[in-house]
């Protein structure tokens, strides 16, 4: 006992930055609890945050490099494999031009400080024009409102909960997901704390959601039909002379081109096309605009789907109308740190945008990254520029990417495949080689992108628990070996630790926040206080000025008028994804602790529809879309409105390796999920409203 020590440490499995005190001797750990005096996270955590353990100690964890040699994987060295990577990337490139190498960088990197300062180096030694990412099955809807309203896609609004009167919440679950792009750990502790001031909060979802039950009210909506929702609520605004300008009136323009543009979106159209009525409609534009402080926070829901780029600027067109933008209690800015709007400014600087178009069925580029809707297609479609080898880091898109099984499929054709993650799985399964990454608890941590969307500002900073299996190089080493090997280099650059340490006197807080700062503080991290005001000076739009009403937004209100929902007689019902709280996208389920219990993996369906398909509770049913089709135990719930099924997203493991003692048959809804449906303006995937059909099995 002699030998335990102890750390504060931030969790970094989700965008929460859970504080967490872990006790551990060299070898185990003893004990992950939450941290009570975290600034942000004040005592709350989430059972995942144990589960850092076991993705260490898990048996099917990849520790080795493993490359494919007739079939199968074996492990080989690291300098044969960071070789055999290089000379098969130079290949390909030399035959068919840079671009044939696809890159793929999935969600865990956004958590990892290491990966996000040395992949860039990896990118910029491929040279390739093919980047992917999860960003476009996910936010990036958020980022093109910025881009278009404020100039920079990280200057994104913040719902500054902690001081709101009244909280608009349209197609998030924060308290199941702990808040997306809103780090708000403990949502459900902060809604309590915001009606016991007083406020209300309202809850706009197709299903009764955990967020829903503790809110002061519900509506279902259907899917898809949010931005007419967010508009009939300006237009009401706007009709009723309830607008106020705020403090911001002098640097926002376009005002009367937002009047004039939600004309045609009366309540009475959305009662129409959302299925809540317009009376309902009208008295929430009216409680909304009268409240001291309101903020709208529109996200997964709102963001994957047709419309996500008109619901992510109709939501802060909502706001800024009101007069809750940058403003306390409204939606905020963060003042990092880190300024990583700072690092990467734009201003003086003008750009077009979409900056490009994907070569086979020209969806838009932002951010450098094309939409993952059309990673398929650009692996199979023969011609200059396609892609003929694919290096994936932390990514599965055959679980979480559209039509996912087409992706696997297509990566089975390559002339090369290589991919750094923890497991062969199904997407790694179609590399010719792995090679294993560190976890969090091998790792140091300093969170580079959540504090700039988190409810307050803080900071925190931890070193290393454990060394990694095997003396394997930390997974910033590795990627920045094979950054230096393909660019001819035989430096592989400053450690994250030391850019960190270079970058942080630059930002906000300047000499304030320091490695050693953040390491001493008595609370585990920095308290920097509430979100300031700031926007005005902040603004990286060509004129300096924040634009209400783009034209790449106006212009693709004619197709938002032209909806119709996409059922049919063949697929009758709209599938929408869910999130659950002991499970984090694709990959937490190999743990034992998380994964025990039922079988989560239910299709959700409304009594009605239940009985007209002859379908009971737990029975297992068919459920078929235009792309695939899967076979899953039936939830009848009045949770889920009618017409509407709800499958959750992360399920679905079928490759061997991923195997607890108990674990249950489950499916990916991406099986299902369509990869022709995108939103046009963002190219992001639109998940929600799949027309399905549910079939009993006899
Ligand atoms: N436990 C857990 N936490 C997580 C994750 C996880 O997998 N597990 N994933 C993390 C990640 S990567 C992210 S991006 C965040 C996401 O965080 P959230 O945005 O909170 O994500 P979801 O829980 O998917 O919530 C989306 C909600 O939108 C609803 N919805 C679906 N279609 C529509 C629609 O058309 N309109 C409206 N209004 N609502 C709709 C769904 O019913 C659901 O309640 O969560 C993060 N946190
Ligand atoms: N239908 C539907 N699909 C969805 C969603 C949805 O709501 N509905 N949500 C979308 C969203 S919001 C997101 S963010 C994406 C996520 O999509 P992805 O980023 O593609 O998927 P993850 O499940 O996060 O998978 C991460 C991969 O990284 C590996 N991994 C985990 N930790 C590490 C690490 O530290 N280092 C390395 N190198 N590898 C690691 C895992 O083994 C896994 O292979 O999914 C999207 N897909
Ligand atoms: S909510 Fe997210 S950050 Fe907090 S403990 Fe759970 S997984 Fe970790
Ligand atoms: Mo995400």
């Known amino acids: 006992m002699s030998d335990q020590k102890t750390q504060f440490r931030t969790c970094n499995i989700c965008e929460a930055m859970c504080g967490l005190i872990v006790t551990h001797t060299d070898t185990e750990v003893v004990s992950i609890k939450p941290n009570p005096d975290d600034p942000?996270?004040?005592?709350?955590?989430?059972?995942?945050?144990?589960?850092?353990?076991?993705?260490?100690?898990?048996?099917?964890?990849?520790?080795?490099?493993?490359?494919?040699?007739?079939?199968?994987?074996?492990?080989?060295?690291?300098?044969?494999?960071?070789?055999?990577?290089?000379?098969?990337?130079?290949?390909?490139?030399?035959?068919?031009?840079?671009?044939?190498?696809?890159?793929?960088?999935?969600?865990?990197?956004?958590?990892?400080?290491?990966?996000?300062?040395t992949l860039p180096r990896l990118v910029k030694a491929l040279g390739t024009q093919n980047r992917y990412s999860s960003a476009t099955a996910d936010q990036i809807p958020h980022h093109v409102a910025s881009i278009h309203m404020l100039g920079h896609p990280m200057l994104i609004p913040v719902p500054d909960v902690d001081r709101t009167d009244f909280m608009l919440i349209i197609g998030g679950n924060p308290l199941v997901s702990n808040g997306s792009m809103m780090t708000a750990p403990g949502f459900g502790k902060r809604m309590e704390e915001l009606h016991a001031r007083g406020?209300?909060?309202?809850?706009?979802?197709?299903?009764?959601?955990?967020?829903?039950?503790?809110?002061?009210?519900?509506?279902?909506?259907?899917?898809?039909?949010?931005?007419?929702?967010?508009?009939?609520?300006?237009?009401?605004?706007?009709?009723?002379?309830?607008?106020?300008?705020?403090?911001?009136?002098?640097?926002?323009?376009?005002?009367?081109?937002?009047?004039?543009?939600?004309?045609?979106?009366?309540?009475?159209?959305?009662?129409?096309?959302?299925?809540?009525?317009?009376?309902?409609?009208?008295?929430?534009?009216?409680?909304?605009?009268?409240?001291?402080?309101?903020?709208?926070?529109?996200?997964?829901?709102?963001?994957?789907?047709?419309?996500?780029?008109?619901?992510?600027?109709?939501?802060?067109?909502?706001?800024?109308?009101?007069?809750?933008?940058?403003?306390?209690?409204?939606?905020?800015?963060?003042?990092?740190?880190?300024?990583?709007?700072?690092?990467?400014s734009r201003k003086g600087r003008v750009?077009?945008?979409?900056?490009?178009?994907?070569?086979?069925?020209?969806?838009?580029?932002?951010?450098?990254?094309?939409?993952?809707?059309?990673?398929?297609?650009?692996?199979?479609?023969?011609?200059?520029?396609?892609?003929?080898?694919?290096?994936?880091?932390?990514?599965?898109?055959?679980?979480?990417?559209?039509?996912?099984?087409?992706?696997?499929?297509?990566?089975?054709?390559?002339?090369?495949?290589?991919?750094?993650?923890?497991?062969?799985?199904?997407?790694?399964?179609?590399?010719?080689?792995?090679?294993?990454a560190t976890v969090a608890l091998e790792e140091h941590v300093y969170d580079m992108v959540f504090h700039s969307f988190a409810v307050r500002n803080t900071a925190a900073f931890a070193e290393p628990v454990f060394t990694p299996p095997n003396d394997n190089p930390q997974e910033w080493e590795v990627i920045a070996r094979l950054a230096a090997r393909l660019s001819g280099s035989n430096s592989i650059g400053p450690s994250p630790v030391e850019t960190l340490t270079a970058l942080l006197p630059r930002g906000y807080h300047g000499d304030r926040v320091t490695t050693d700062a953040m390491l001493g503080a008595e609370t585990g991290a920095i308290d920097l206080g509430p979100l300031v005001e700031s926007i005005a000076d902040r603004l990286e739009t060509p004129d300096g000025k924040l634009d209400l009403a783009p034209?790449?937004?106006?212009?693709?209100?004619?197709?938002?008028?032209?909806?119709?929902?996409?059922?049919?007689?063949?697929?009758?019902?709209?599938?929408?994804?869910?999130?659950q709280v002991r499970s984090h996208n694709s990959w937490t389920q190999n743990s034992q602790r998380l994964v025990k219990g039922r079988n989560r993996c239910t299709v959700q369906m409304h009594p009605a529809d239940a009985n007209r398909l002859s379908i009971e509770d737990g029975m297992d049913v068919a459920v078929l879309s235009r792309v695939g089709q899967v076979t899953m135990p039936a939830e009848v719930t009045d949770e889920i409105a009618p017409g509407v099924v709800s499958i959750p997203q992360g399920w679905g493991q079928r490759q061997g390796k991923l195997t607890t003692a108990t674990r249950v048959q489950t499916i990916s809804i991406n099986d299902l999920t369509d990869d022709t449906r995108i939103d046009p303006i963002s190219g992001n995937a639109a998940f929600n409203g799949v027309p399905v059909a549910v079939k009993a099995i006899a």
């Not at 479609?381 to 396609?386: F, I, V």
């Open 551 to 579: 034209e790449v937004f106006l212009a693709d209100l004619p197709r938002l008028l032209a909806f119709e929902p996409p059922v049919s007689d063949d697929y009758p019902l709209l599938m929408i994804g869910r999130r």
């Open 351 to 436: 750009r077009s945008y979409p900056e490009k178009r994907s070569r086979v069925s020209g969806q838009p580029l932002y951010n450098g990254e094309f939409p993952v809707s059309v990673l398929a297609e650009e692996m199979e479609t023969p011609g200059e520029g396609q892609i003929r080898a694919m290096v994936t880091v932390a990514g599965n898109p055959v679980l979480t990417a559209p039509n996912g099984l087409r992706i696997g499929a297509a990566m089975e054709q390559l002339d090369f495949m290589m991919s750094i993650d923890l497991h062969i799985n199904d997407t790694t399964r179609h590399a010719d080689l792995i090679l294993p």
């Open 40 to 117: 942000l996270s004040r005592g709350h955590i989430c059972p995942k945050a144990i589960a850092l353990q076991d993705f260490r100690t898990d048996p099917d964890r990849v520790t080795t490099p493993l490359k494919k040699v007739d079939g199968q994987f074996v492990p080989v060295s690291w300098e044969e494999a960071l070789e055999y990577a290089a000379t098969r990337i130079e290949e390909v490139q030399e035959a068919h031009g840079k671009d044939a190498v696809g890159v793929y960088l999935g969600n865990p990197n956004a958590h990892k400080f290491g990966n996000l300062l």
């Open 199 to 344: 406020g209300r909060s309202v809850v706009v979802d197709p299903r009764r959601t955990e967020t829903a039950e503790k809110a002061s009210a519900h509506l279902f909506i259907r899917p898809e039909t949010d931005a007419f929702l967010l508009l009939a609520l300006i237009h009401e605004v706007f009709a009723t002379g309830l607008d106020s300008p705020g403090a911001l009136d002098p640097v926002v323009r376009g005002r009367d081109a937002l009047k004039q543009a939600v004309q045609p979106f009366t309540p009475d159209l959305a009662a129409k096309m959302t299925g809540i009525d317009a009376d309902t409609i009208r008295s929430l534009a009216h409680d909304f605009a009268r409240a001291g402080s309101a903020v709208s926070y529109a996200r997964m829901g709102a963001s994957t789907q047709s419309f996500g780029a008109l619901c992510q600027w109709a939501s802060n067109a909502l706001n800024i109308v009101t007069g809750n933008f940058d403003s306390p209690g409204g939606a905020m800015f963060t003042t990092p740190a880190l300024d990583y709007v700072g690092m990467t």
